[in-house]
C-alpha cells in the first residue's frame, strides 16, 4: 500500500512559517483498487521562493516508456526510483534530501514487468539552508559523511 504526506518547516525562532514538502501519487496506470502506482512526486514550497520545487519519481517501466515519461515531464524532473541513490530538492532556503530505503515491484501479470510499484519507502531529510533555525545534527559524523 502506498500513502503521501506532507509536513510544514517551521516555525523559526520568529514563528515564521519556513515553506512545507511532502510525497504524492503522480500516476497510476491500469484499473481497481488499490490503485497501481507508476509514479510519485516529491515536492519542496518555500514560502521565499517563487516556485515550487518537483521531482518525479518513476518506476522502471514509466521512466523508459517514452510517451508515459512525456506525459508526467510538466510536473517536475524525472527521476528513475533506485534504492540508495540521493533525490535532492532545493530551494531559496530549504533542502529536502530524500532516498528511497526500501523498493519492490508489483508482480501482478496483467500489468508491465516493473510498472508499479508494490512497496516503496522514501526517507526525508528537511532543513533550511541558514538563518535563525537549527542546522541539521551532524556531531560526530563529519568525517563520515566528507568520505564519498
Known amino acids: 500500500m502506498l500513502a503521501g504526506g506532507s509536513a510544514a518547516f517551521g516555525p523559526n525562532a520568529n514563528g515564521d512559517f519556513l515553506g512545507e514538502c511532502g510525497v504524492g501519487i ?3 496506470i491500469g484499473t481497481g483498487s488499490p490503485r497501481n ?3 510519485l512526486e516529491i515536492w519542496l514550497f518555500d514560502k521565499n521562493d517563487i516556485r515550487t520545487i518537483t521531482k518525479v519519481i518513476m518506476s ?3 521512466f523508459f516508456d517514452d510517451a508515459l515519461k512525456a506525459k508526467l515531464a510538466p510536473k517536475g524532473e524525472p527521476v528513475l526510483a533506485s534504492e540508495n541513490e540521493p ?3 532545493e530551494t531559496a532556503a530549504l533542502i529536502i534530501n530524500a532516498e528511497i530505503t526500501d523498493l519492490a ?3 501482478d501479470t496483467s500489468l ?3 510498472s508499479t510499484f508494490d512497496r516503496l519507502t522514501i526517507e526525508l531529510s528537511a532543513w533550511a539552508k541558514e538563518g535563525d533555525y537549527a542546522e541539521p545534527d551532524i556531531e560526530g559524523r563529519v568525517d563520515e559523511l566528507m568520505d564519498y
Open 87 to 89: 533525490i535532492v530538492l
Open 60 to 62: 522502471d517501466h514509466a
Open 105 to 107: 515491484y508489483n508482480t
Open 37 to 39: 502506482v507508476t509514479a
Open 26 to 28: 503522480s500516476e497510476s
Open 112 to 114: 508491465p514487468p516493473n
